[in-house]
């Protein structure tokens, strides 16, 4: 019987006033200095990393963190701000809209579920260029093509930090780019992106789907809250302002209002 005063658990306790357990461990004696990387990790896969591993994926924040408020999650938290949200309701709303379809987590996620699934595909014989002509009759394949611009800035930076620590030669990411051959010879506007990428470096390093899935929900964190405090600094309001010469009415015409001479 589960007991909801005891419930069976592997990730952790909490024994207020004495420890915590966290995986195992206790967190303060045997993680109290682990790199916040490390720990949040180790917390999703039960897997501790060399410090190359943990330069990488902190690369792989850092990379995309991008403080523009006009970005879509951004926006959010510009907003929430600017209607005096609290600081934590801003993020939180903001990651939320991370979880976005065409960009954001679930790119993200459905690149890693290709790669790895196109790698075993591969391994029982299956040629590239017909994998990759079956799965695009069934559904986009992620990571590949951008919205706004074909080339995306973040790669030779990432690309740079893998090889840097010696992390850029696995099979993942060799496979990344054989996709990306097969693609732009179909489309040149189809190169890789971001979200491939990190995908294969994060299938390079042992993550399973769910575990990048965990993974990435803080991929864009650290632009957030430069958003939300510069439009807390500004007044309430205001984030978007809009003059009227900006706005095009299509509506009813200039027309007197009844009764407004009288009023006078």
Same mark, same amino acid.
């Given at each position: 019987?589960?007991?909801?005063?005891? @419930?069976?658990?592997? %990730?952790? /306790?909490?024994?207020?006033?004495?420890?915590?357990?966290?995986?195992?461990?206790?967190?303060? %004696?045997? *993680? &109290?200095?682990?790199?916040?990387?490390?720990?949040?990790?180790?917390?999703?896969?039960?897997?501790?990393?060399?410090?190359? %591993?943990? /330069?990488?994926?902190? !690369?792989?924040?850092?990379?995309?963190?991008?403080?523009?408020?006009?970005?879509?999650?951004?926006?959010?938290?510009? #907003?929430?701000?600017?209607?005096?949200?609290?600081?934590?309701?801003?993020? =939180?709303?903001?990651?939320?809209?991370?979880?976005?379809?065409?960009?954001? &987590?679930? @790119?993200?996620?459905?690149?890693?579920?290709?790669?790895?699934?196109?790698?075993?595909?591969?391994?029982?014989?299956?040629?590239?260029?017909?994998?990759? %002509?079956?799965? #695009?009759?069934?559904?986009?394949?992620?990571?590949?093509?951008?919205?706004?611009? =074909?080339?995306?800035?973040?790669?030779?930076?990432?690309?740079?930090?893998?090889?840097?620590?010696? *992390?850029?030669?696995?099979?993942?990411?060799?496979?990344?780019?054989?996709?990306?051959? $097969? *693609?732009?010879?179909?489309?040149?506007?189809? /190169?890789?992106?971001?979200?491939?990428?990190? =995908?294969?470096?994060? !299938?390079? *390093? &042992? +993550?399973?789907?769910?575990?990048?899935?965990? +993974? $990435?929900?803080?991929?864009?964190?650290?632009?957030? @809250? @430069?958003? =939300?405090?510069?439009? !807390?600094?500004?007044?309430? &309001?205001?984030? +978007?302002?809009?003059?009227?010469?900006?706005?095009?009415?299509?509506?009813?015409? /200039?027309?007197?209002?009844?009764?407004? !001479?009288?009023?006078?």
């Amino acid at each position: 019987m589960i007991s909801s005063d005891r @419930p069976p658990t592997w %990730a952790g /306790k909490a024994f207020v006033g004495t420890r915590a357990v966290f995986r195992g461990h206790d967190q303060h %004696a045997d *993680l &109290g200095r682990a790199d916040w990387m490390d720990l949040f990790v180790f917390g999703i896969t039960g897997r501790r990393y060399g410090p190359a %591993a943990l /330069k990488l994926m902190h !690369a792989l924040w850092v990379g995309t963190s991008y403080a523009d408020v006009r970005l879509w999650n951004n926006r959010v938290a510009g #907003l929430a701000a600017s209607a005096r949200s609290t600081p934590s309701l801003a993020v =939180a709303a903001a990651l939320g809209m991370c979880e976005a379809t065409v960009y954001g &987590g679930h @790119p993200c996620v459905r690149a890693i579920d290709f790669l790895l699934s196109a790698r075993q595909r591969l391994a029982q014989g299956e040629a590239l260029e017909s994998l990759v %002509a079956t799965e #695009l009759a069934e559904r986009r394949i992620y990571g590949y093509g951008r919205p706004i611009h =074909a080339t995306d800035e973040r790669l030779p930076w990432l690309q740079e930090i893998a090889r840097e620590q010696g *992390l850029a030669d696995g099979p993942h990411l060799a496979l990344a780019r054989q996709v990306e051959a $097969q *693609l732009c010879a179909r489309d040149p506007r189809l /190169k890789m992106n971001y979200a491939a990428m990190a =995908a294969a470096l994060a !299938a390079d *390093l &042992g +993550f399973s789907v769910v575990e990048f899935h965990h +993974f $990435q929900v803080p991929m864009a964190m650290a632009g957030i @809250p @430069p958003c =939300a405090v510069e439009a !807390a600094e500004r007044p309430a &309001g205001a984030l +978007f302002p809009l003059s009227c010469e900006h706005i095009r009415y299509e509506g009813v015409p /200039k027309r007197a209002w009844p009764g407004r !001479a009288q009023n006078r």
